[in-house]
């Protein structure tokens, strides 16, 4: 009977895009990749009134900052990803005739700024979604002061991605991600409780870590799960480095030191990437100081891994590179 009705619509003249079933529809809504312009097809027809609240795939981009929470709470739980990334604020301004576009939150505007509890807030309103991937990209230009946040259980998320500034991550009591199999934590995060974190991601397979500053310089990874792990630290001195990973299977690090502690048991290791440069001054050899050390495994079998020592000559500045095959 409704097939009629609707062949009836077809024949009349009607739209034949809204005449399709709500399931093909919300492939439509899907392909949008934006959940604003999905919630706006409902200003074009009815029939598309309410359907972007059913969405599986939830983006959020370019949505500013004080609605997000409120379109959250209109949304059904289990998604099968939810991403919100936080626009920065344009304002225009003139110089010289021209038209500039400045990027930045306006003073005074609370809207605009993100304190710890509205952090939290939102983070807690995604977690009721129990998605499955979760990405939440804040740019630092929005943050007021540092951020401590409690990252919120969730059960079902398989990928976090977390892209803060000035960040202290903690896990409270009770937090569980028992089917977390992929990590990445960006952009300058000033303290991360990664032992207690990691105790809760017993599946845990991936492991990336870019912009990161470990707590007092020490980096600890302990995690009998974790195959892939990635540190890319841009700024700040690494004092220890300590990663038990019994299978570990590859390894890609770079960072920053002066006397640098470093411990890695991972006996199933096959591929290993290790940049680590020096501080002036942090390791000489009578003239001779330290300032880089590049390891390479060979991408193929039956090749040599790559050992490249760059040191250069306190007292007369002039450079000298060697380099040894293992």
Known sequence: MEFRRRSA?????????????????LLVLARLRCARAAARTGLISRRWRGLAARLRE???????????????????PAVSLLEIRVPKERRADTARGKLLLRVGPARGNSLLRVGTTRANSLLRAAARLEPEELVFDLPSDLIDGSLVVDLPCLRRATFIALRIFLLILRVPDGAEFPALESLSLS??????????????????????????????????????????LAVDRESGLTHRVDIVAPALKQLSMSLIATEVSISVLAPMVEKVSWHCCYRAGSITFGLWELEQVTLETSESQGQLPSLQIHASIVCLLSCSQFTAME
């Open 9 to 25: 619509r077809l024949r009349a003249g009607a739209d034949r895009i809204s005449a399709l079933p709500d399931d093909l529809l």
């Open 187 to 228: 952009c300058g995060i000033a303290h991360a409780h990664l032992d207690a974190l990691l105790r809760h991601c017993p599946r845990l397979r991936t492991l990336r870590l870019g912009g990161f500053l470990f707590d007092q310089g020490d980096l600890r990874v302990n995690s009998a799960s974790l195959q892939e």
């Open 58 to 76: 939830i983006v959020f981009r370019g949505v500013p900052l004080h609605r997000i929470e409120a379109a959250l709470g209109r949304l059904s």
